[in-house]
């Protein structure tokens, strides 16, 4: 019992958490596009005033619920990964491990999936505030691959990137440096993977999958192999510490 006199709707971070939540609700039906302040405060039950005193604007709504989608879906991959680590998992077991986790979040948060995933929201720029949560997944296999290079986990490239650097500096930072020969091109190869990773979410997430393969679970565990292939990393299935 609140012996306080006051609810969680009185606080302004509980107040926040009422509007993102009923916000979200109305991802799964409107979509982001579609998403109003007025919309917000008729789901939450909140007066239009006490959603604009947390949320001034439909953008810091979004970018708050963007901000908590990344944050929500690399927290997944980052305890999937520990979790991998602490049993002593090879790289390509731990990089099964998180695809993993990021693929059973991404099925039970469709809405928030296509948020950060999807189409652009008309009229909506995602400020800087999200760079940092969205560098949370790259990261995570970043640090799986060169977890592998340092290891001795990963077989040489067969194809070499033709012509200089395709990398921005942010890039080469996260993944702490660009490796000597033959394993130069790696962070351009983990790009390829952590692509080719979303492309195949968003593939089961709106279904376009089922009609082509018996078990998409399975089927995904194979994409991830294959995906892996390309930073010359092996993950094998069907084996117990997986």
């Known amino acids: 019992m609140?012996?306080?006199?006051?609810?969680?709707?009185?606080?302004?971070?509980?107040?926040?958490e009422v509007v993102k939540g009923a916000a979200r609700r109305l991802l799964g039906t409107v979509g982001?596009?579609?998403?109003?302040?007025?919309?917000?405060?008729?789901?939450?039950?909140l007066a239009l005033a006490e959603v604009e005193a947390v949320f001034?604007?439909?953008?810091?709504?979004?970018?708050?619920?963007?901000?908590?989608?990344?944050?929500?879906?690399?927290?997944v991959m980052e305890q999937a990964d520990h979790e991998a680590r602490e049993a002593g998992a090879p790289a390509g077991a731990r990089l099964l491990a998180v695809t993993r986790a990021l693929r059973e979040w991404s099925l039970?948060?469709?809405?928030?999936?296509?948020?950060?995933?999807?189409?652009?929201?008309?009229?909506?720029?995602?400020p800087p505030e999200t760079v940092l949560p969205a560098s949370r997944t790259p990261a995570v296999l970043g640090g799986i691959v060169r977890a592998a290079?340092?290891?001795?986990?990963?077989?040489?490239?067969?194809?070499?990137?033709?012509?200089?650097?395709?990398?921005?500096?942010?890039?080469?930072?996260?993944?702490?440096?660009?490796p000597g020969a033959p394993f130069s091109d790696i962070i351009?190869?983990?790009?390829?993977?952590?692509?080719s990773l979303v492309g195949l979410l968003v593939f089961q997430v709106f279904s376009r999958t089922h009609d082509s393969v018996r078990d998409e679970a399975v089927f995904f565990d194979y994409a991830v192999?294959?995906?892996?292939?390309?930073?010359?990393?092996?993950?094998?299935?069907?084996e117990k510490n997986d």
């Open 225 to 238: 192999a294959v995906a892996a292939e390309a930073v010359g990393l092996e993950v094998r299935l069907g």
């Open 56 to 75: 001034p604007g439909r953008d810091d709504l979004l970018t708050a619920l963007v901000v908590d989608a990344y944050n929500g879906s690399a927290a």
């Open 188 to 195: 351009e190869r983990g790009i390829v993977l952590w692509s």
């Open 32 to 45: 982001a596009g579609g998403l109003s302040l007025e919309a917000v405060a008729g789901e939450s039950g």
């Open 2 to 16: 609140d012996l306080s006199g006051t609810s969680a709707t009185d606080e302004p971070t509980g107040r926040a």
């Open 108 to 126: 039970g948060h469709a809405a928030e999936f296509a948020l950060i995933y999807g189409s652009p929201v008309p009229g909506y720029h995602a």
């Open 149 to 178: 290079l340092e290891g001795g986990e990963l077989a040489p490239p067969r194809r070499a990137v033709p012509g200089p650097p395709l990398l921005l500096p942010a890039a080469v930072e996260l993944f702490g440096g660009v």
